[in-house]
């Protein structure tokens, strides 16, 4: 066969080739791709976004918890308020029916967990592993406030917060710790002078600005991008309670001060009244507490709290404070209900309301609303005896919440100003 023919057979034979490959292609695109219902980009098995840093750190997290035992929830803000509004997807999802990141993919620097500290064990040997397996963690610790109150033991240090970073993504492991009353608390995020401020960005974190307090949640696991998490049963109290968490301790050594120079009363009776007090306190917030009314220590009660932290054994009644914003119509009748006869209503809703119950042992608990003014806030008070009338003002405040009496409550956080605007500059002998 002549170099000529041998020349155009082989362009015959790439032309023939080159044909029936172009049908596959179209056969497959027009065929077969719409007797399967997809594409080749949206294919059964292929799983949108789980390329991501963020769901490869959380994943990586997750696997070394589980591993470890370590019984951490979500306590993410962003993550918890989209589950919310997808919860019938979430409850009916199962871990293998994930095709597309939806929670842990949305770009960010931080994902935030929590763990209950009382129920990690091998909290040392978990450092070392996470280190093992690529992460950078920070630590960080700072003393036990719940100890301030013993001299021989207020120097003592726990874990508050950990930060493990892989690649540009960071996880917020947030510690808390049990307190008396029944809650969680986490503490202050405060870089000590040696750690890198550029580690990551701290000033996105959205806890540890300051000390928080938050009801204790029940929780539940569910499969939120192919990964099993555990997460607060109600996802938008978790959320709600964020921005209202904020907590200050009680001033353990100033009270100490004041009682090395005011002798403490413990007498019998100085010692029944507190208990009869502090029964009265714990009825009127179950009370509130039920009505959906917050409240916060006003007046002489408020200042044993913040003076010498306790309850001031001889100020035979119990005051608590109310924005008249929050006043329920149903208020007197609940605490009739609860055992507490109304004992005096002065002023009305529109002005200078206060209420007086009688609770138990002559101790009586007195409820002042207060008004809210562009510059400032009042309360009105009205004489018993003579019916003159009072009114009170105080600088515009935020609440905060803290212990007191084995209880969590809240005060005002500029506490200092609230109390000299009630009973001025000095208050010592008060």
Known sequence: MSRINKNVVLALLTLTSSAFLLFQLYYYKHYLSTKNGAGLSKSKGS????????????????????????????????????????????????????????????????????????????EEGWFRIAENMGFQCLKIESKDPRLDGIDSLSGTEIPLHYICKLATHAIHLVVFHERSGNYLWHGHLRLKEHIDRKFVPFRKLQFGRYPGAFDRPELQQVTLDGLEVLIPKDPMHFVEEVPHSRFIECRYKEARAFFQQYLDDNTVEAMAFRKSAKELLQLAAKTLNKLGVPFWLSSGTCLGWYRQCNIIPYSKDVDLGIFIRDYKSDIILAFQDAGLPLKHKFGKVEDSLELSFQGKDDVKLDIFFFYEETDHVWNGGTQAKTGKKFKYLFPKFTLCWTEFVDMKVRVPCGTLEYIEANYGKNQQGT
Not at 51 to 67: G, P, Y
Not at 77 to 88: D, G, Q, R, S
């Open 47 to 122: 799983r949108i976004g789980f390329d991501s840093t963020q769901w490869r750190a959380v994943k990586k997290f997750i696997m070394l918890t589980s591993n470890q035992n370590v019984p951490v929830f979500l306590i993410d803000p962003l993550v918890l308020e989209l589950i919310n509004k997808n919860f019938e997807q979430v409850k009916n999802t199962s871990q293998g029916s994930i095709s597309q990141c939806t929670f842990f993919c949305v770009p960010r620097d931080f994902t935030a967990f929590a763990l209950q500290y009382h129920l990690w064990k091998n």
